[in-house]
C-alpha cells in the first residue's frame, strides 16, 4: 500500500491544526510501511498506541477549538472523533491478537478516515474558523 502524501488538500491554514495532522499522518505511514511485514509485534502495538494517543491529543484540542468559536457542528465532530478511537482501538487489539504486521483491512481504515475526515469534515471547521477570523 502506498504512503500518504501531505498536500494543500489535507491543510487548514491553521499552523498548529496543520502540524498535528502532519503528525498523524506520519504515524499514518509508520503503519503503511509496516503493513506486509514480519515487524515486531511490539513495534507495530507502540506505534498504533502512538497514533491512538496522539488523535487523543490532537482531537481535544480541535473540540477545545472549535467550542471556544462556537463551531456549530461540534457534537457531530466530537462523535465522529470518537467513533473513530472507539472502532480504531477495537481493530488494533484484534489484530495483535493474530498477526504480527499490520493487517490490511485495519490499514484501510485508518487511512480512509484520515483522507475523508480532514478532507471534508475538518475543512467545513476550516471554513468556519476562518469565517469567525481564527485564520
Known sequence: ??????????????????????????????????????????????????????????????????????YPDYELHKREHLDFIHKTKALSEAAQLRVSGVPEWLLIHVRQWFGQHIREEDMKCKDFLKDSGMT
Open 1 to 70: 500500500m502506498d504512503r500518504i502524501e501531505w498536500s494543500d488538500e489535507f491543510s487548514m491554514g491553521v499552523g498548529l491544526f496543520d502540524q498535528q495532522h502532519k503528525q498523524l499522518l506520519s504515524l499514518v505511514n509508520s503503519l503503511t510501511d509496516s503493513s506486509g511485514t514480519h515487524d515486531d509485534k511490539d513495534n507495530v502495538a507502540g506505534t498504533m498506541a502512538e497514533l491512538l494517543q496522539f488523535a487523543y491529543e490532537h482531537f481535544a484540542y480541535e473540540e477545545r477549538v472549535m467550542l471556544q468559536y462556537g
